[in-house]
């Protein structure tokens, strides 16, 4: 499963169907997995030009999203934003390298890796790369 942290601004008629789009139907090419074979989901509903996150989460958005987690029951987590970290349960003051899991209601968890955004991967060729290494380690390669 993947999870962005909200829609493109220029979303429509079909979650990321611009250019962050693009890119990550790219990205999955390159991991090797089917567009098909994966779910993509958005913490917001809608695009917010600058969202609050600590708010967000004092609204219930991170409790409504890790239930999403848990009915959706993902094999492993991509999560691309590290601001929105924290309505995942993880701790602001731990750097969002150290995210390696999302606990769940009644126990259990999820296998997590965190990235940067689609924005900041569209416009900076280094942190595709610093993802494209890390998502090998957490795969194996596979």
């Known amino acids: 499963m993947i999870l962005v942290e909200q829609p ?9 169907s611009g250019p ?32 609050d996150w600590p708010a967000l989460d004092r609204a219930g958005w991170g409790a409504l999203a890790r239930h999403h987690l848990r009915l959706a029951a993902p094999q492993r987590l991509l999560v691309l934003g590290e601001v929105a970290l924290p309505l995942l349960g993880h701790d ?20 997590a890796l965190c990235a940067p955004d ?22 194996d390669g596979n």
Do not use: C, Y
């Open 118 to 139: 689609l924005d900041t991967l569209l416009h900076r060729p280094r942190a595709k790369a610093r993802l494209w290494r890390r998502w090998l380690e957490w795969t």
């Open 20 to 51: 962050q789009g693009a890119l990550l139907g790219n990205m999955l090419a390159a991991f090797g997995i089917a567009p098909e074979a994966v779910r993509i989901a958005a913490l917001l509903p809608s695009h917010l030009p600058h969202p």
């Open 92 to 111: 602001p003051a731990q750097p969002a390298a150290d995210f390696n899991q999302v606990a769940l209601e009644g126990g259990g968890g999820v296998a």
């Open 8 to 16: 493109e601004a220029e979303d429509a008629a079909a979650l990321l």
